[in-house]
T-cell receptor
Framework: EPEVTQTPSHQVTQMGQEVILRCVPI?????FYWYRQILGQKVEFLVS????????KSEIFDDQFSVERPDGSNFTLKIRSTKLEDSAMYFC?????????????FGPGTRLLVL | KQEVTQIPAALSVPEGENLVLNCSFT??????LQWFRQDPGKGLTSLLL?????REQTSGRLNASLDKSSGRSTLYIAASQPGDSATYLC??????????FGAGTILRVKS
C-alpha cells in the first residue's frame, strides 16, 4: 500500500542552525501539507502546497519557514534559523483529488529537537 | 476561529466493551471530518473520513457519525481489544484544505 515517507526520523540541531525536513508523498497525490505537534499539544497546521505554490499557511509559518518541491517526488520543509520553540514532531501529509480521495495521509514524522 | 474539542481526554475500559469517543467543533462550515489513530511517538493513521453531506461511515468495528448542524461527531468502537489502545484524534477540514485537530482521547483497553 502506498505511504508517505519522511526523513530523517529524528534530528537534533543547535539553535540558529538551518534544518531541512524531507518528505516523499504518495506518488499520484497533488496536495501536500506540513503539520507539527509540540509535545503534549494538538497537531497544528503549518502550510499547504498545490500546483507548485503555497495555497495556505498558518501564523506559525513565518519567514523562517519555507517549502519546496524540488523534483517530482520530494517535498521539503526548511527552517532557516531554528529556535528552541521549533522543537516538535513534524508531519508531512498528502492527498489526491476531490471526492473519495479527500483523505489526508500522514507520514511517520520527524522529531526535531533544538538545543 | 474553529475549535475542536474531544471528550473524554482519557478512557480506560476492559477488553470487549463497546465505547464512544466524542468530538465537537465550533464552526459547522466544514468540508469533512476525519478520525485518526496515533500510537505513542508515531504518525497518524487515518481511520475514517465523513464528508459533510454524510451522516456516518463504518469500517470494521469502527463507526463514525456526524451531525454537522450541531457540530458533533462520535466514534463508536465495538468489542474493544487491547490493540485498540492508542490516542484517537478528530480533525475537521475547513474549506481551504487544512485540518484542525482536537487534543485527542487516550484510550487504554485492559486485557
Amino acid at each position: 500500500e502506498p505511504e508517505v515517507t519522511q526523513t530523517p526520523s529524528h534530528q537534533v540541531t543547535q539553535m540558529g542552525q538551518e534544518v531541512i525536513l524531507r518528505c516523499v508523498p504518495i506518488s499520484n497525490h497533488l496536495y501536500f501539507y506540513w503539520y507539527r505537534q509540540i509535545l503534549g499539544q494538538k497537531v497544528e497546521f503549518l502550510v499547504s502546497f498545490y500546483n507548485n505554490e503555497i495555497s495556505e499557511k498558518s501564523e506559525i509559518f513565518d519567514d523562517q519557514f519555507s517549502v519546496e518541491r524540488p523534483d517530482g517526488s520530494n517535498f521539503t520543509l526548511k527552517i532557516r534559523s531554528t529556535k528552541l520553540e521549533d522543537s516538535a514532531m513534524y508531519f508531512c501529509a498528502s492527498k489526491g483529488l476531490a471526492g473519495i480521495q479527500e483523505t489526508q495521509y500522514f507520514g511517520p514524522g520527524t522529531r526535531l529537537l533544538v538545543l | 476561529k474553529q475549535e475542536v474539542t474531544q471528550i473524554p481526554a482519557a478512557l480506560s475500559v476492559p477488553e470487549g466493551e463497546n465505547l464512544v469517543l466524542n468530538c465537537s467543533f465550533t464552526d459547522s462550515a466544514i468540508y469533512n471530518l476525519q478520525w485518526f489513530r496515533q500510537d505513542p511517538g508515531k504518525g497518524l493513521t487515518s481511520l475514517l473520513l465523513i464528508q459533510s453531506s454524510q451522516r456516518e461511515q463504518t469500517s470494521g468495528r469502527l463507526n463514525a457519525s456526524l451531525d454537522k448542524s450541531s457540530g458533533r461527531s462520535t466514534l463508536y468502537i465495538a468489542a474493544s481489544q487491547p490493540g485498540d489502545s492508542a490516542t484517537y484524534l478528530c480533525a475537521v477540514m475547513e474549506y481551504g484544505n487544512k485540518l484542525v485537530f482536537g487534543a485527542g482521547t487516550i484510550l487504554r483497553v485492559k486485557s
